[in-house]
C-alpha cells in the first residue's frame, strides 16, 4: 500500500504521488483525510497546510476555496538520493487534492486498487468527518477494497455505526498493555502497528492473527524491514517507496 501515494519521488497525496503508485504496482493507496471550515474532506497529513505547501495555516480554518489556491507540489525538491526527480506532471493539479478527487482517480485506474483512509483530528469534528466519509464511499464506489483507519477507536467505533461492513484499522504507535495479547478496541478489525512495534515484539503479528485480526504495518522503507513483514506473515505492508517494495516482494 503506497502511503501518501509514492510519496518518496512525488509530492505526498497529489494526484502524481497516486498514480505513480498505481504505475509502481501498488494494490492499494493510503491517504489521511481531514476536514475544512467548510466541510469538505481533502488529504493532508499535518494539521496545518505550512509544510506542503505555499500557504500557512489549519486546514480546519480554511475553506476549499482556498486551499485549492495552494500550490501543494512544489514544496518537495529532488534530493540527491533520489533515483528520480520528483514527478512534476499534472500540472493542472497543484491545487489540495479532495476525498472525491482520489476516489475518481482510483475509479480511473486500469484495475481494482484498494484505499486505505486515515481520519485524522476526528474528535474535532464530533463524527462529520466519519459520516462525510461514508457519504462520499456512497457516492463514488471504487472496485478495491476500501479500509478506514484511526489512531482514534472512537472514530472507528463511529465509522462502524455508520458502515458496519467497512473494514477498520485500528493504529497503533505502540502497544498498550491491553492490547499486547492481540486483542483491540471495540470497532476495530485490523491491527495497524508501526514497524517498530514489530522491531520489538515479533510475536506480536501471531498474536493479532491468532486473536482473528489481520495485520497492516507501517510506514515499511527498508529492505530489511520488509523482509521482516514477510516473515512474520503481514497482511499489508505500508510504504513511501511501492516500486521498491513491489520488487523486492517478487511476482506475486
Ligand atoms: O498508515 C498509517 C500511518 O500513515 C500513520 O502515520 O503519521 O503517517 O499518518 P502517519
Ligand atoms: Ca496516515
Redesign the pocket.
Known amino acids: 500500500?503506497a502511503?501518501?501515494g509514492a510519496s518518496r519521488y512525488a509530492p505526498e497525496h497529489t494526484p502524481a504521488a497516486y498514480r505513480r503508485a498505481i504505475a509502481e504496482g501498488a494494490d492499494a493507496l493510503?491517504c489521511?483525510v481531514r476536514m475544512t471550515a467548510d466541510g469538505h474532506l481533502v488529504c493532508v497529513?499535518d494539521r496545518r497546510v505550512n509544510r506542503v505547501s505555499d500557504g500557512r495555516g489549519a486546514v480546519s480554518a480554511m475553506e476549499l476555496a482556498e486551499l485549492s489556491e495552494l500550490d501543494f507540489v512544489s514544496w518537495k525538491a529532488p534530493a540527491e538520493d533520489l533515483p528520480e526527480e520528483p514527478d512534476r506532471e499534472d500540472e493542472g493539479e497543484r491545487g489540495v487534492l479532495t476525498l472525491d478527487r482520489l476516489l475518481r482517480l482510483v475509479t480511473e485506474a486500469d484495475r481494482p486498487v484498494g484505499l486505505?483512509i486515515?481520519t485524522?483530528q476526528p474528535s474535532k469534528w464530533r463524527g462529520e468527518v466519519e459520516r462525510r466519509l461514508v457519504e462520499a464511499l456512497d457516492r463514488c464506489p471504487i472496485p478495491g477494497p476500501v479500509r478506514v483507519?484511526s489512531?482514534s477507536a472512537r472514530s472507528l467505533q463511529r465509522t462502524r455505526a455508520l458502515a458496519p461492513g467497512l473494514p477498520t484499522v485500528y493504529?497503533m504507535h505502540f502497544l498498550l498493555p491491553r492490547h499486547r495479547g492481540g486483542r483491540l478496541p471495540v470497532g476495530a478489525s485490523i491491527a495497524?502497528p508501526?514497524i517498530r512495534v514489530l522491531r520489538r515484539d515479533p510475536g506480536y503479528v501471531a498474536r493479532a492473527r491468532a486473536a482473528g485480526h489481520r495485520v497492516?504495518v507501517?510506514?515499511v522503507d527498508e529492505p530489511a524491514d520488509v523482509d521482516l513483514c514477510v516473515r512474520l506473515g503481514v497482511d499489508a505492508i505500508?510504504t513511501n517507496r511501492p516500486g521498491e517494495v513491489r520488487e523486492r516482494l517478487g511476482p506475486i
Do not use: A
Request: hydrophobic letters at 35%.
Open positions: 500500500m502511503h501518501r493510503e489521511d497529513h486505505s486515515e485524522k483507519m489512531f493504529l495497524g508501526s497492516h507501517w510506514t505500508i
